[in-house]
């Protein structure tokens, strides 16, 4: 089993959707949690942290469950330049030699 | 925010031949970089972490004689890939953690190995 785990998609939709990715990860020692965003060919970008009390940051809202040892990203109205891969990342002990990738969730949003 | 800059952000060199990466913080003092790897369609896999003044730490798997980490300064870790063969030819990422901007990536070198 991947230590961190991403459906890849793609995600099809059309703009002003409103579209949830999830990601699992299976240790439950792991501390911090981030979305990045990697665009085609490019570095990963932070998109936001992860935090217990979920937070939400204009139409991006994460959720972390630690019973559960999952994350959520939601991405309410669509954009056409929302299109891209999104990355779950797992920081096993915020020494930054324990991070871990999921595979990325493609996300493709249409006109 | 914190940067980091990369370069060469594409190298196309000949089997055999040795390519070096270099990996810049502009505006922070970095300990401690983290080298990546991403094959197509593929995450980011960790290759090893780049200490200011010390020896790298590499993860199981990857060759400490063949990618020969340098980190001489506080803003500056190199990584060359020293003769390359065609199945070196990846996307090469470095990123310095910076306190309140989380984990920086450089914007990667695209080595293709002919």
């Known amino acids: 089993r991947k230590e961190v785990e991403q459906d890849p998609g793609p995600f099809n939709v059309p703009e002003g959707a409103t579209v949830a990715f999830n990601c699992t990860y299976s240790n439950s020692a792991s501390q911090s949690f981030f979305w990045y965003r990697q665009d085609c060919r490019k570095e990963p970008k932070l998109l936001m942290s992860v935090y217990s009390s979920g937070n939400e940051d204009g139409r991006f809202t994460a959720q972390l469950n630690r019973a559960s040892q999952y994350i959520s990203l939601l991405i309410r109205d669509s954009k056409l330049s929302d299109s891209a891969t999104y990355l779950c990342v797992v920081d096993r002990n915020n020494a930054g030699n324990m991070l871990t990738f999921g595979g990325g969730t493609r996300l493709m949003v249409k006109p | 925010g914190a940067v980091v800059s990369q370069h060469p952000s594409w190298v196309i060199c000949k089997s055999g031949t040795s390519v070096k990466i270099e990996c810049r913080s502009l505006d922070f003092q970095a300990t401690t970089m983290f080298w990546y790897r991403q094959f197509p369609k593929q995450s980011l896999m960790l290759m090893a972490t780049?200490?200011?003044?010390?020896?790298?730490?590499?993860e199981q798997g990857v060759e400490k004689d063949k990618f020969l980490i340098n980190h001489a300064s506080l803003t500056l870790s190199t990584l060359t890939v020293t003769s390359a063969h065609p199945e070196d030819s990846s996307f090469y990422i470095c990123?310095?953690?910076?306190?309140?901007?989380?984990?920086?990536f450089g914007s990667g070198t695209r080595l293709t190995v002919v």
């Open positions: 780049s200490n200011e003044g010390s020896k790298a730490t590499y």
């Open positions: 990123s310095a953690s910076r306190q309140l901007y989380g984990y920086t």
